[in-house]
């Protein structure tokens, strides 16, 4: 079974920055693709940004496109989401998502089985 552990939120001001941490474990051919999702109060959970790890294939919501940045420590089991430049309307519930299949853009959250717990981005003005 994969298991996803998120941690590096936290509260900053618009214009700051934070980096997200997904560590990950349980068979590496299950989470062949890697993606982080958020959720904020009353709205659906969104994809943010999505990582290949067979040949690095990103790709991003174009909500957060030049400004967040996914990446994979392989050595670590890690995947993170690099957070630049935050705005207010980023706030919400990160969550690190796992799919043994290939990342496809348009990604939707019905199509991972395996989920972190979250992790808070709180972002003010």
């Known amino acids: 079974q994969v298991q996803l552990v998120e941690s590096g939120g936290g509260s900053v001001q618009a214009g700051g920055s934070l980096r997200l941490s997904c560590a990950a474990s349980g068979p590496h051919y299950k989470r062949n693709c890697m993606s982080w999702f958020r959720q904020a109060p009353g709205k659906e959970r969104e994809g943010v940004a999505q990582i290949y790890i067979v040949n690095g294939w990103t790709d991003y919501s174009d909500s957060v496109k030049g400004r967040f940045t996914i990446s994979l420590d392989s050595a670590k089991n890690t995947a993170y989401l690099q957070l630049n430049v935050l705005r207010p309307e980023d706030t919400a519930m990160y969550y690190c998502?796992?799919?043994?299949?290939?990342?496809?853009?348009?990604?939707?959250?019905?199509?991972?089985?395996?989920w972190g717990q979250g992790t808070q981005v709180t972002v003010s003005s």
């Open positions: 998502a796992a799919d043994r299949r290939a990342c496809e853009p348009g990604v939707r959250a019905s199509e991972f089985p395996f």
